[in-house]
């Protein structure tokens, strides 16, 4: 079994299949060599604090988070005029989902909602504030300060709570073994505190430049030639 992430192999291990660690595809794929302007032109965005939204990909997901997720940028644009938002929404009915949210917020004026190019945007950004899943991934790649939350219903919550034994549910905290992403789930994901932390990620840079180094301890954990490994493990089958 190819693995894409270090600590899976010995979880296979453990019920007796053959698994290896590969290393992450998203280390070679992502576009390191786009700089913070370069996105931003090509976003047409000329505000001089930027702070990536992504509330997530799936109508599910943008129903719970999309309101808190509005309500705490109205509450950073009232604190500083010269920040604006950027959300890369998956698809047509997000994107409409999202709008219709911001609009009901009175804070849609403050965001460029876009199509996909959701690594331009985060380029373009100073912050990222996002659902945790893949894109916490991307943008700790990417080396973006980074502040994650999830919610999910009530019943599964219980269940997860049951099944899964981890202190992180954000997945470079997980890989890291402590939390640099400042992650907030249920109801820990209230307006206040993700402003709070949004707010220790913009303007504290010793905790922006820890975050940072973290994020580069990350790729070197994750980084291997996928490609050539995973090749070389199929070769040995034949």
């Known amino acids: 079994l190819l693995c894409l992430l270090p600590f899976e192999p010995d979880l296979y291990h453990a019920y007796g299949v053959p698994a290896v660690f590969v290393g992450h595809p998203l280390v070679k794929k992502l576009p390191y060599e786009m700089k913070k302007y370069t996105a931003r032109e090509k976003l047409q965005i000329s505000s001089e604090t930027v702070i990536a939204v992504l509330p997530g990909s799936r109508l599910s997901e943008i129903k719970k988070l999309g309101p808190i997720f509005a309500r705490v940028a ?31 917020n009175n804070i849609r004026s403050a965001f460029k909602v876009i199509k996909g190019s959701s690594h331009e945007a985060m380029i373009a950004a100073d912050i990222v504030l996002l659902a945790s899943g893949t894109a916490a991934l991307e943008s700790a790649l990417l080396s973006k300060p980074t502040v994650a939350a999830y919610k999910v219903s009530a019943l599964s919550y219980f269940i997860l709570n049951k099944l899964v034994k981890t202190s992180y549910f954000t997945l470079p905290n997980i890989l890291l073994n402590k939390e640099i992403i400042p992650e907030f789930i249920q109801n820990k994901a209230s307006d206040i505190n993700l402003f709070d932390s949004i707010s220790e990620c913009l303007y504290n840079k010793h905790y922006q430049q820890n975050m940072i180094n973290n994020f580069t301890q990350l790729k070197s954990q994750l980084d291997a030639d996928t490609d050539k490994l995973a090749a070389s493990e199929v070769l040995k089958l034949l």
């Open 74 to 104: 109205k509450l950073i644009a009232s604190q500083n005029k010269k920040i604006s938002f950027v959300s890369p929404m998956a698809s047509q009915s997000t994107y409409d989902q999202f709008e219709n949210i911001l609009l009901s």
